[in-house]
């Protein structure tokens, strides 16, 4: 099964790492991905750039709306993900703990769920 790894980050967190710390997190995190590439289980991951980079788009009536961010006060916000493939959800929650994030923030997991076309 695939799953969904979304990292979340406490917004106050940013900047208040050491530069030490933040390059021991990234290293850890260039260690992991190495390791789940290896055994096959990573499909994809990647950071996120900062809220206030991101836009959120909507369509209504047939008009598009869009709203740059940073959008509503919050105390987390999606850092980065992690698509992975495990057999069962028991073990995507022993890898989804494993990653290094999961130490300052917070880890999401869910199933990916496949869409068929309707006939």
């Given amino acids: 099964m695939r799953y969904l790894c979304l990292i979340y980050n406490p917004a106050d967190i940013d900047g208040t790492l050491t530069p030490k710390e933040s390059d021991d997190l990234v290293k850890a995190h ?4 190495e390791e789940l590439s290896r055994d096959g289980i990573m499909i994809h991951s990647d950071a996120l750039e900062m809220p206030e980079k991101a836009t959120v788009l909507r369509v209504r009536n047939n008009m598009l709306q869009a709203t740059d961010g940073p959008y509503v006060e919050t105390k987390e916000h999606l850092a980065g993900f992690y ?9 995507a929650k022993e890898i989804a ?11 999401e997991l869910r199933p990916v769920r496949i869409l068929t076309l309707p006939e």
């Fill in 97 to 107: 703990a494993r990653i290094p994030s999961a130490r300052v923030g917070a880890v």
């Fill in 30 to 33: 260039f260690s992991f991905d």
């Fill in 83 to 91: 698509v992975i493939e495990a057999r069962d959800d028991q073990a």
